[in-house]
């Protein structure tokens, strides 16, 4: 059928994309690049975990309504017209418009009406990229009835014409950039680039013009900035004296453009600068890292794994607390704060380092979980004198090095900074969540065994590189003058 006019195909699965980088929904409408989308273990997990709520709110479903599964575009219509009670796996093409999508569900109100209906592992409708699929449904249905999301946690909601505003920026933008024929210009950004299925692609590009958004700190904004007073990639920022640089938006203040200075000398030369003097707290140090499960039947996040290593004369002692099964997540909690009172009897300077706010916010977490604020172990673990140190603070605070993100492995596996290496190259939060979830449904009493030992060889390993870091910050090489 020939359209009316001629609106690219627009889909609401572009969404997702499209809120990441309005290069990569171009990138995948074009699809002129020869780029392999691979999918790794835990993409497929989270992919399996999908349908598998799709199929559970399928279940649902059919313990109230008649379900008649739609094979096409013309069946959808005829089942509409025949006003079937559910339509599972509809699909919806509005020619004139140029839009293609397919709700999980359209459900039939008693108004007559169909509500479009989708399964979402999400927590929350919030979404940017659902309030605009469920409202795209809803501008193709032409009702005003809300569409309906089925969330991970098994709970329902609702997205009515409050996500109209975000669903036409998102057609009128996806039809201006699909109209064009030339790929967006973008900014490079770390965190969205590189797990990108199209980073091979756009890094060099980046690169070669030394497009200051590389530089860690320097976000679009502050980019866009720069270039405007003159200074337009990253040699030019390198050889500029930040006492002389002016504010620009996102980058004011002296520290703030000594750190972007010396950021771009170190991505050039490799060079690692100190900024100010490395503070770490005296006393006994213990290295501690949490491993969590996000996939639950019910959506909250369950700690298995809560890791510890304990220095003493004697070498290193890694401990641990396990649970096998989400079922048990309060008994490891529970096991977690007796072992941190066993800790805190033996060590009264106790100083309990990890990596990132995430420990600490897992632990607030847990409390209220459990409504245990008041929980004399809790009120001292998030009290004023907490024993928990964030190692990623004196690094932020004092150190400007050659990496693109701070995260811990980005730091301790440098080989010019602390040149620590895990035994499993291969190995990070991702992989370990999907190790606990095969271990969750491996039957066999001997492959479940390799398994744990090899989460909790991961898990000692984020420990040792907390110990190397702290080590690598005590260094002469760090603390001469
Ligand atoms: S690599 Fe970065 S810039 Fe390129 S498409 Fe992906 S997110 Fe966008």
Redesign the pocket.
């Known amino acids: 059928m020939i359209r009316n006019n001629d609106y690219p195909i627009i889909r609401p699965s572009d969404a997702v994309a499209w809120s990441?980088?309005?290069?990569?929904v171009?990138?995948d409408n074009k699809g002129e690049l020869d780029h392999e989308q691979t999918e790794d273990a835990f993409d497929q997990l989270v992919k399996d975990r999908g349908l598998k709520h799709e199929q559970q709110v399928l279940k649902l479903l059919h313990e109230e309504y008649d379900i008649q599964e739609a094979t096409s575009v013309e069946h959808t219509q005829l089942l509409i017209a025949q006003e079937t009670e559910v339509i599972y796996q509809a699909q919806l093409k509005n020619d004139d418009e140029g839009f293609i999508g397919y709700p999980d569900f359209l459900i039939r109100n008693k108004s007559g009406e169909y509500q479009p209906a989708d399964a979402k592992l999400s927590l929350s409708e919030k979404k940017k990229s659902i309030q605009i699929q469920l409202g795209f449904y809803r501008k193709q249905l032409g009702v005003e009835l809300p569409a309906i999301v089925f969330l991970g946690d098994g709970s329902k909601a609702e997205i009515g014409a409050e996500a109209n505003k975000i669903t036409e920026k998102f057609i009128n933008e996806m039809r201006l950039l699909l109209a064009d024929k030339q790929e967006p210009s973008?900014?490079?950004?770390h965190s969205?680039?590189s797990t990108?299925?199209?980073?091979d692609?756009?890094?060099p590009k980046?690169e070669a013009k030394e497009e200051l958004s590389l530089i860690y700190g320097i976000q679009g904004r502050a980019a866009e900035g720069l270039e405007k007073i003159g200074i337009k990639s990253i040699t030019e920022l390198a050889n500029i004296n930040y006492e002389n640089l002016p504010d620009v938006p996102y980058l004011k203040g002296s520290l703030k453009k000594k750190r972007a200075v010396f950021q771009a000398q170190a991505y050039l030369d490799g060079s690692i600068h100190k900024i100010a003097p490395i503070n770490l707290p005296k006393g006994t140090w213990i290295h501690f890292d949490i491993e969590d499960y996000a996939l639950t039947m019910d959506g909250n996040k369950h700690v298995y794994l809560w890791g510890f290593l304990v220095s003493s004369s004697s070498g290193n002692e890694f401990e641990y607390v396990w649970t096998d099964k989400e079922d048990e997540d309060k008994r490891g909690w529970i096991a977690f704060l007796k072992m941190i009172e066993k800790y805190r009897s033996i060590y009264n300077d106790l100083v309990l380092a990890h990596f990132s706010q995430h420990e600490r916010s897992t632990i607030r977490l847990y409390a209220e979980r459990y409504d245990m604020l008041e929980n004399e172990t809790v009120a001292y673990l998030l009290g004023q004198d907490s024993p928990l140190f964030d190692m990623q603070k004196p690094v932020l605070e004092s150190l400007v090095l050659p990496i693109q993100s701070y995260g811990l492995k980005d730091i301790c596996k440098h080989p010019e900074l602390v040149n620590f290496q895990w035994q499993d190259a291969d190995s990070n939060g991702a992989w370990s969540i999907v190790k606990y979830d095969h271990f969750l449904n491996e039957k066999d009493v001997v492959r479940r065994e390799i398994l744990k030992k090899e989460i909790l060889m991961y898990n000692k390993d984020d420990v040792k590189a907390t110990l190397r870091l702290e080590e690598w910050l005590r260094s002469d090489e760090l603390n001469k003058n």
Do not use: Q, T
């Open positions: 990441e980088c309005i290069r990569r171009w990138l973008v900014r490079y950004s969205k680039c990108c299925p199209y980073h692609y756009c890094k980046f």
